[in-house]
């Protein structure tokens, strides 16, 4: 299989503003609003803010890399910003060279990924699977017809779906977000054996009708020798695609999750693409090539 | 807190025996049949046979400590017999000194069990469980309170569910398996952000009138300083349980999983307790102490 | 059984006024928002107004006695303006009196209130019902004791729920408005093989805290020898409830169904009781009698 | 239109017994298996014997013309044979000539069908039907390509479904029996504003491999001036259908419903074709013509 690695190639300056009303008598919350550091997306400059300056915890997941802060919030007004410069040098494949890997040869910690989670039930969907993509050669093509019947299959309409919306709703509604069009096409991979997961950041490039910038949800599908990114939404760039967290799906990967009585107002992100020639930074755009956030050795970009 | 370490106190000869009949052009399976090798759980006179005697892979999850059996099967049969004698020496606790930890001092790699997963939807059930045990004290005393309202709000039937059962169809149908107890009582513990996990192994002590031994699925729960037993379905002797595994919940560890054609029979589980007064072996036995597979110091036993 | 019949006891004056905007190319509607005409509920100064005037079909259910009004609509608005004085009268009936009716008794056309519908899954509580209503004596305080868990197990919260929302959900959620804490009783009562319908109609005397007057949903459960109202929201007074419709469940009588692009405003409803005492004419209250919508002969009101 | 009336045209013996151990203190069952008299079934040398000969009570429909009977029965055996001899003289049209009906020109009795029910939730499927069959030209056609979507978006199985299982699940786990593949025809029709009925009655020339005659759940769909059959299985020969009873789907016309503990054996169905040349007598075979069970003029028979 031939790679292209690649050094920095987009820099992104991103900037996410939180803000909460806490009820008595407080609330936990578990962020995952760090943008991940992986060896194709480094970052720099990087601050993040609690106002109140209450306590808080982090810690990284030696599994995923995702970083997870944890605070507990007395009553009253809650706000988080952060921000942080991302380089992003995303492995490139030829598709063409991606196959599916037997399941007797995945990496161990890969096998998770082939299991239903709680939005991704692809105990359900292994003859309709199978009906629809079976026939189909194996390899990235087919992870990217799965993605292509998805987005077919599914509108894109704004605040259509919830947190209990899952695959399977998906599948009979035929509407949602995001969040919805990643956990339908990973619970069919999972289906065809393909190992799937929830990924999460802000999007880059989306249409700016469908509302400002947000944190986006997408897919990565591990072919070949790494995970590589799918999103099956079509609503943004994915070269552009700032990873917080990786999951078996949105239940592990909230970018906040709270317990107790919290009022949330609409998170505001900013994703500004810095461009530089004498730097090799360019605008992040729709390639050809099979992304990767895994990394591997650094080398010129192609498409 | 105070915790009664103890040594050795019961030992279980284990013999597991797998059939099957794989379809062209065969099949993968993962196996969790492998006891666990925990502090409170030591192995000796392991063996493991396939027959044929097909090439497998083995990997311990380093976060659980699961041991997973991967076989890739030519048409035909597969036979797998799995012998091993367990020594349990539970660390036992105190019920009234376990109390539930608040989200902020959790231990990192126990936050993941308090989201919902395929099988325990924990996140439709916020309002039910606080309705249902949000007025008790928390601790010990209302974890049990859940296991025994899942014990009292379902009746045990064989046969009665399927793989694609979950906690919420328990709730709705109230009749299921050990496995769909311990969905339920996993559901409903993490809708009261208390982290629970779901465990399978081997029964002992089960009533013979409910069919011979078999898997059993029970639950672990995060109390105090560690992961606490409990057994919604009340049908056997938690006590000489013997651990396979321990995950999310039945999608993370089933006995075996397979991709393919094929065909299972009736697995066969022999669970023999060894009585030895000279080594301090008895019979697993209710007890009232808490129990804990995680292990710590050894000391001499409670009741 | 002893009955006490009554005249007229209490006298609503009803406006109802719905607003619509339908895009093109127009839209067919199907309004149920005539008051229906029954031995207790007869109806004067009935004056229904579309705006535009455009055509219109009404016909009279022969089974249930619903009126439906079939209007196809251009692009644009449309407004209907209902206004109708409702006379009051219902039978009334001493609980304890009021027997469960074994199936092979049962009229005919009562029979269908016994299967499962749409929002109502009987099928899926047999156990559940059996369990937490097996044991109690057969007839009213049984059905009454349905209505009170129903009651006791969900939170009334304007909003909470949308137009697919079913019994199961309500049972899982636990939270919800009118419509969905008739549909659990419904299913409860039918899967106890005790005939139950769907009614919708007016509130009367609902708490102003939970919005000005609405629709209510409201059921009836076949005792004895007719159809008696039961309110398991708990929000209003049954006694001043006017029927519009009866039917399996919302399915069958929401107050308009339409086909095609709508946008709905939400409808205006006043109900004013008349209070005159040489009319005999009393405001709704609470009583203990059992109401039935059935009829019967006219005499004077116990409680 | 033309339509094309016959005289009779097939004459089915049927014979059907059902088989019932009834255990304490007794249980209730309404049967519909008594063959409907409609303008195109008439019957003769019907004859229904119950064992042992407990009271009975039958009803007809006046909505429907489905025929129900009552039974009582104590602890013990229950047989009911039931034999008639029934003649199909179908109505006729030519497909091109059925157009669907606008909503405000249906009959009032057939609004009903419009409606999500129990296992037809119509009510979820709005945007997939419109996605799927929205561009197409109404009509018969259109109903037909519905029809043929269906049938090659399940697989055929004998025995994987259950009594609880609805289009949904149908939709999702692509598998099921006659009755599921009726439920998501309906579902379908109705959310696409076509009125769409379920109709039980004995299969005719099945594939043998599919198991001995049985009986058979199919469809029948408004369109121009009457009800039409469409068979989704496409199991067996709709000519060859003994229609029972129709409904809004399986909750209403179940050949038998129980209430108590009762174990059913599986029921026998006989249904012998005779062919008579002097009488006009033809086996029942597939034609392109539409039929209908509703009658109209008898004439002489197409292809």
């Known amino acids: 299989m031939t790679t292209t690695p690649l050094r920095a190639l987009n820099r992104i300056e991103l900037q996410v503003d939180l803000n909460y009303e806490v009820a ?123 993605r292509d019947w998805v987005h077919g299959h599914a509108t894109f309409t704004s605040h259509s779906t919830n947190s209990n919306t899952s695959a399977l709703d998906t599948l009979i509604d035929r509407v949602g977000v995001c969040r919805d069009f990643a956990h339908l096409m990973i619970a069919l991979c999972r289906a065809m054996s393909i190992p799937a997961r929830y990924a999460t950041g802000t999007d880059y490039g989306a249409d700016p009708t469908l509302g400002p910038p947000d944190f986006q949800a997408y897919v990565e599908v591990y072919l070949g020798d790494g995970w590589y990114i799918f999103d099956p939404s079509g609503t943004a760039i994915p070269m552009g695609f700032v990873r917080f967290g990786t999951g078996r799906d949105a239940a592990d990967v909230a970018f906040a999750t709270f317990f107790g009585s919290v009022k949330s107002h609409r998170p505001t992100v900013r994703a500004l693409a810095v461009e530089d020639a004498t730097q090799g930074w360019v605008r992040p755009h729709h390639c050809t090539d099979a992304l990767s956030t895994d990394g591997g050795p650094a080398t010129a970009p192609g498409g």
């Open 24 to 146: 008595g008598p407080g609330a936990d919350f578990i962020f995952n609003v760090h943008a991940a550091r992986t060896p194709s997306q480094s970052l720099s400059a990087e601050r993040l803010v609690l106002t109140p300056a209450v306590v808080s915890r982090t810690h990284t997941d030696p599994g995923t890399g995702n970083r997870y802060l944890r605070v507990h919030a007395a009553p009253g007004t809650l706000q988080l910003s952060y921000a942080v410069t991302v380089d992003l040098m995303h492995r490139r494949s030829d598709p063409a060279q991606l196959d599916e890997v037997p399941i007797d040869q995945l990496p161990p910690e890969v096998l998770g990924y082939l299991y239903p989670s709680r939005y991704c039930q692809s105990d359900r969907l292994l003859t309709l699977a199978s009906h629809e993509f079976g026939a189909l050669k194996p390899g990235y093509a087919r992870v990217q017809a799965i």
